[in-house]
């Protein structure tokens, strides 16, 4: 099992020097990579509880963000050409990109140049969005009905530049002639794609296999969620003839904190305490995670009353303590 962070750029009065000293530390435990999230906006009426749907339009959650309108945060792919520089080995991502908010054809070159600065560490996430608010302030507020098809458009696009000298496209987001868009990634035949779906398996295994994306990432999810939608993933693919590459990642988002007592794990949907509690729960839960066939938790500090030299500490205890006995199994 691999790990990686989930850097808390979405997080009230949160600082550089604490995303940097998060980032550094994951790479001198030899995680996997770091992820950004992407959040543009906070509505005002979030902090009214008056958003449209809740988080992530996860129902356990309530119709507002963990974070205040007022909050100070910091932009997701902004952080992307800064973590390519402050780091050596670690791969670096966004999870996820709302293709909606960005010009399919653009955000592809930006990738491109993005993986140059990381020298081929670059994995993009990709995933539909789901807060009307957001697409509003992002100006395309008639795109969200269709966002699944802009994530469509956008992989096709996105494969399309990064692999032929002259690219066109005539679609129902895109029309553009033959045009060249710079350099290609280093990464080939391009960087790995990950797939965000929260609500529709057969959807994201429709994605995964038509696409031959490299991973699947997803949020709270139980190791039975795990392999339901491993199992989708698989039955797609069998039915075009194809099967699951073994190099296939199956991520999920995860707030992780080791506390001192056992933590309450009473089931509670996607609020549920999965990698939040002593160190023999989570070694417990990961061995778990193992089984059913997780290969990267994106470990994800809370949002609030978890300060960063307790997750440098949780980190550290993790990799040294944790993880040699559940790779032991």
């Known amino acids: 099992m691999k790990l990686a962070l989930y850097l808390p750029n979405f997080r ?3 600082t550089i020097k604490e995303l940097e000293d998060l980032t550094a530390l994951a790479e001198d435990l030899d995680f996997d ?5 992407d959040r543009l906006v906070v509505p005002e009426a979030s902090d009214r509880g008056e958003l449209q749907y809740p988080f992530g339009m996860m129902t356990e959650f309530p119709t507002g963000m963990p974070v205040i309108a007022r909050g100070e945060w910091f932009q997701g792919m902004t952080l992307i050409p800064w973590l390519a520089a402050k780091t050596q080995k670690v791969r670096i991502g966004m999870s996820i990109i709302d293709t909606s908010y960005r010009a399919p054809a653009i955000l592809a070159a930006e990738l491109a140049t993005q993986d140059h600065l990381s020298n081929g ?3 993009v996430g990709v995933g539909a969005g789901w807060m009307p608010e957001e697409f509003a302030a992002a100006s395309v507020p008639q795109l969200f009905p269709r966002r699944h098809a802009h ?16 690219f066109e496209y005539h679609g129902e987001f895109a029309d553009f002639e033959p045009s060249g868009f710079g350099h290609k990634p280093i990464q080939k035949p391009h960087p790995p794609i990950y797939f965000s779906g929260l ?5 994201s295994a429709r ?3 038509k696409y031959g994306l490299s991973g699947w990432i997803g949020i709270q999810d139980t190791p039975e969620e795990i392999v339901r939608w491993r199992t989708e993933i698989e039955r797609e693919l069998g039915e075009m003839g194809r099967s699951l590459p073994d190099d296939f990642d199956m991520c999920s988002m995860i707030w992780f904190v080791i506390t ?7 089931p509670a949907g996607k609020a549920s305490n999965l990698l939040v509690g002593s160190a023999r729960q989570i070694e417990d839960i990961l061995k778990r995670y193992a089984d059913a066939g997780l290969t990267m938790p994106l470990l994800w500090p809370p949002f609030r009353d978890v300060p960063t030299a307790k ?7 993790l990799t040294e303590e944790i993880m040699p006995k559940v790779n032991s199994v």
Request: negative net charge; without cysteine; hydrophobic residues 35%.
């Open 33 to 37: 990579s770091v992820w950004a999230l």
């Open 260 to 266: 001192e007592d056992d933590a309450d794990q009473t």
């Open 311 to 317: 997750t440098l500490d949780d980190m550290k205890r």
């Open 121 to 123: 560490r670059l994995n």
């Open 151 to 166: 994530v469509r458009e956008t992989i096709e696009i996105m494969q399309g530049i990064w692999t032929n000298e002259l």
């Open 199 to 203: 609500k529709d398996p057969k959807r």
């Open 12 to 14: 009230d009065k949160v």
């Open 207 to 209: 994605r995964i296999a």
